[in-house]
């Protein structure tokens, strides 16, 4: 299937419980895998304004994620650091891999960008730097607090 992404919605905001939400609410996604109708894995075309986060740090234990930067400079954080990805570059977060890592615009300018991931059910993401675990049930994420309590907005 053919998809123009200028007639993809935007999908603002995020599904993180309230206290969270801040972080990201600069970050425009274009779900270009679903408009595509693609089934194992999602594509996103994202647009990252300044001072706006991808998401919060994180790991997945099951789900492989991918970034290709289009558009701008921007600062991609991990357990090692920081270091600054360019137009072109790409960076892989394998599944399992307990390295948390998150984009962040530190510029002036939008940042523009693909990821893509893949959908293996029984996923659960890890947060090192906040009171925070997901897990991917059905077709929802659940928001918990490390100690197993769920969020309730």
């Not at 615009?105 to 960008?113: A, G, L, M």
């Amino acid at each position: 299937m053919i998809v123009n992404p200028e007639n993809v919605p935007n999908s603002i905001g995020s599904n993180y419980p309230q206290q969270f939400k801040s972080a990201v609410a600069g970050r425009v996604k274009k779900r270009l895998g679903d408009a595509a109708g693609l089934k194992n894995f999602g594509v996103n075309l994202v647009r990252l304004a300044p001072g706006s986060c991808s998401a919060l740090r994180h790991w997945h234990t099951c789900q492989d994620e991918f970034i290709y930067v289009l558009e701008g400079d921007v600062s991609l954080v991990t357990n090692s650091g920081e270091q600054v990805l360019k137009p072109g570059m790409v960076a892989g977060f394998p599944a399992g891999d307990a390295d948390g890592h998150h984009l962040v615009n530190r510029t002036n300018s939008d940042v523009v960008y693909l990821e893509i991931g893949d959908r293996t059910p029984g996923d659960s993401v890890n947060y090192p730097d906040d009171d925070l675990i997901a897990k991917f049930i059905g077709n929802n994420w659940i928001f918990g607090y490390k100690n197993g309590d769920i969020y309730e907005d």
